[in-house]
C-alpha cells in the first residue's frame, strides 16, 4: 500500500489561485507510485467525496471533472515523484478536503470513481472565503 501525503492547502481569497501537490510518504513506494494512474478528489462537508481530475502514469492522458474544467489542472512530475493540482480562480463552494488517491486501473475501470483507486492520502483542507 502507497501512502500519499497531500500538501499546499489554505485559506485563501475567492479569485486566488493555489497549487496543490501530492508525493509518497515513503521513497520505497516509489516504484510503484510512478505508474500509479493517479488522481484529485475533494470532499465538502456533508457531501460526498467528488472526483476532480486524474492523469495516467505517462502524463499522456488526463481527465477533469466538467464542472472544474479550465480552472483546475493536474500535472506530475515522475522525475520528482510529484502529482500536482493548480486551481485557478478559486470560488467559496471549492472549499473542500482534497484528496490525493493511486492506483492500478484496468482496462473499462470508472476514473471518476472513489472505488477505482487503492491508496489514499489523508487530504489537505482548502478554504475559500473572504
Known amino acids: 500500500q502507497v501512502q500519499m501525503v497531500e500538501s499546499g492547502g489554505g485559506l485563501v481569497q475567492p479569485g486566488d489561485s493555489v497549487t496543490l501537490s501530492c508525493t509518497p510518504s515513503d521513497r520505497s513506494h516509489i516504484p510503484t507510485f510512478i505508474r500509479y494512474i493517479m488522481a484529485w478528489f475533494r470532499q465538502a462537508p456533508g457531501k460526498e467525496r467528488e472526483f476532480v481530475a486524474s492523469?495516467?502514469?505517462?502524463?499522456?492522458?488526463?481527465m477533469t471533472d466538467e464542472l472544474m474544467k479550465g480552472r483546475f489542472t493536474i500535472s506530475r512530475d515522475n522525475t520528482k515523484n510529484m502529482i500536482y493540482l493548480r486551481m485557478n480562480g478559486l470560488k467559496p463552494e471549492d472549499t473542500a478536503v482534497y484528496y490525493c488517491?493511486?492506483?492500478?486501473?484496468?482496462?473499462?475501470?470508472?476514473?471518476?470513481?472513489?472505488?477505482?483507486?487503492?491508496?489514499w492520502g489523508l487530504g489537505t483542507q482548502v478554504t475559500v472565503s473572504s
Open positions: 492523469i495516467t502514469y505517462n502524463n499522456r492522458s488526463t
Open positions: 488517491a493511486g492506483g492500478t486501473v484496468g482496462p473499462g475501470a470508472t476514473l471518476a470513481s472513489p472505488a477505482t483507486y487503492a491508496d
